[in-house]
């Protein structure tokens, strides 16, 4: 069973450009989650969709982040224009079970706006 | 809000020393406890979880924690590292509650001298 995937593994920006970050979660799973953890600090949840719909969405740091997940499967998280403090690691994160919620990680995305 | 803490930011050990992390957690009510492990390189893989029941949970690759819930708190240990336990280590809370989102300690980095 493919685990959960994110793409790209690093993306290296100039702050005001645009990026979309991708999260492919794992077959079946209808909860996904966005998490973001600034250097040094800790991993900051930011968003939940359940199939395509936005569960909770309380840790979208500002109007310049959006997240979508058309379709109920993959999702796509964009930046626009990116800042400096939006740099970090942003993790992606599946889970089927809803009762227990054991969610599947993915490898994350190295942001670096500049 | 929910808040986690975790005693270490950074601790050196020696190979076959025995290891603890301290974890606590703010909540009052019902919690799923977790503790995940990020090894160099790689994404964050579940350790182990407390949902119910039995208090000292065992995970993979010989760790266990122990729930105290007068103490609110979900300490990892393992009684003897290895080298290769190098790695950051998460504990992550989610409320009693269906798909609620992850609430992370700020992490703590474990090094093992050979």
């Known amino acids: 069973e493919a685990g959960v995937t994110q793409f790209p593994s690093h993306s290296v920006i100039e702050k005001g450009q645009t990026v979309t970050l991708r999260c492919d979660p794992i077959s079946g799973h209808d909860n996904l989650y966005w998490y973001r953890r600034v250097m040094g600090k800790e991993i900051k949840f930011l968003l939940h969709f359940v199939k395509e719909s936005k569960q909770d969405e309380s840790g979208m740091p500002n109007n310049r982040f959006l997240a979508e997940r058309t379709g109920g499967t993959y999702s796509t998280l964009k930046v626009q224009p990116a800042e400096l403090e939006d740099s970090g690691v942003y993790f992606c994160a599946s889970s089927q079970d809803l009762e227990y919620n054991e969610q599947f990680f993915g490898p994350g995305t190295r942001l670096t706006v500049l | 809000a929910q808040s986690v803490s975790q005693h270490n930011h950074h601790v050196i050990l020696s190979e076959a020393a025995s290891l603890e992390l301290g974890c606590n957690y703010s909540y009052g009510g019902t919690v799923n406890l977790f503790w995940y492990v990020q090894y160099p390189g790689q994404h964050l893989q579940l350790l182990l979880k407390?949902?119910?029941?039995?208090?000292l949970v065992k995970g993979i690759k010989g760790f266990e924690a122990e729930f105290i819930k007068s103490k609110f708190s979900f300490n990892l240990r393992k009684p003897s590292v290895q080298w290769s336990d190098t790695a950051e280590y998460f504990c992550?809370?989610?409320?009693?509650?269906?798909?609620?989102?992850?609430?992370f300690g700020p992490g703590t980095r474990l090094s093992v001298l050979p």
């Open positions: 407390y949902f119910s029941g039995d208090p």
């Open positions: 992550a809370v989610n409320e009693d509650n269906y798909g609620q989102n992850f609430v």
